[in-house]
Nanobody
Framework: VQLQASGGGLVQAGGSLRLSCVPS????????MGWYRQAPGKQRESVAT???????NCADSVKGRFTISRDIAKNTVFLQMNSLKPEDTAVYYC?????????WGKGTQVTVSS
């Protein structure tokens, strides 16, 4: 399984970005999907996840600002990020999980300027 993530960039504080992740091989509904991020000098952390049945969860630090969703027809998982803060600056990674196996995509850089 390969994951193609896109949508990162440079944005001012308060702005928005939408990240996209497309898995190859099988549709998004066959995987538990998630977005993770890693800032310089910090451990990778979970940002938002969506289960196979579509249940979602977000980290407390992004609740009310970030939304994870999926479009089965487009075979894409999205992370809508609003009201971005400088502390959201990190490399964002997409992960797909199935049958105890985790697949990671290459990260996409998100930089929020103050």
């Amino acid at each position: 399984v390969q994951l193609q993530a896109s949508g990162g960039g440079l944005v001012q504080a308060g702005g928005s970005l939408r990240l996209s992740c497309v898995p190859s091989g099988r549709g998004v509904s066959f995987f538990a999907m998630g977005w993770y991020r890693q800032a310089p000098g910090k451990q990778r952390e979970s940002v938002a996840t969506i289960t196979i049945d579509g249940s979602t969860n977000c980290a407390d630090s992004v609740k009310g600002r970030f939304t994870i969703s999926r479009d089965i027809a487009k075979n894409t998982v999205f992370l809508q990020m609003n009201s971005l803060k400088p502390e959201d600056t990190a490399v964002y990674y997409c992960k797909a999980s199935q049958w105890g196996m985790d697949y990671w995509g290459k990260g996409t850089q998100v930089t929020v300027s103050s």
